[in-house]
């Protein structure tokens, strides 16, 4: 077995989150007066109690699907941490993939509950984000490395 480490600090998820609204806010075609949907959509420093229990939601999912290879699970103020074991035979270049999916369900997962509050037409969009993301992370783990075999010995 091998053991992978995928962690992530809880900042890193609410500043994509907040970069991600703003910018959707901005940049949604057709939505009347930009200014007042910005206002509507992006986050700000009194919504970070909400994110942080849609953070919460996001890792509780994680875990659960994932639950088949958590060895441990660590949920803090600050990061969450996930624990997880593999075939001797994963392939580690897939693990900063890994993290990467990871770090990105957690942002689609807080999109998507965001979104149904702020703007409900997007929000089946990033629901679906981040079904992919988490199902991207569940197969990467089944990932392993092709079989070689080993050369023959012309002893005689």
Request: hydrophobic share 40%; no cysteine.
């Amino acid at each position: 077995m091998k053991t992978i480490m995928l962690e992530v600090a809880r900042s890193d998820i609410e500043e994509k989150v907040a970069q991600t609204t703003a910018y959707l806010g901005l940049k949604s075609p057709g939505e009347g007066e930009r200014g007042e949907l910005l206002d509507r959509v992006a986050t700000v420093d009194g919504d970070a109690a909400m994110l942080s229990g849609f953070i919460a939601e996001g890792y509780a999912t994680a875990v659960e699907r994932l639950k088949g290879f958590v060895a441990d699970a660590v949920f803090s103020e600050d990061k969450m941490r996930l624990m997880l074991e593999v075939s001797g035979a994963y392939d580690d270049s897939v693990t900063p993939t890994l993290t990467t999916g990871f770090r990105s369900f957690l942002v689609a997962t807080v999109m998507a509950r965001w979104l149904r509050l702020s703007f409900p037409d997007k929000a089946e969009e990033w629901e679906k984000e981040a079904e992919l993301r988490l199902s991207s992370v569940e197969r990467n783990l089944y990932h392993r490395r092709r079989p070689t075999r080993r050369p023959i010995s012309n002893k005689q």
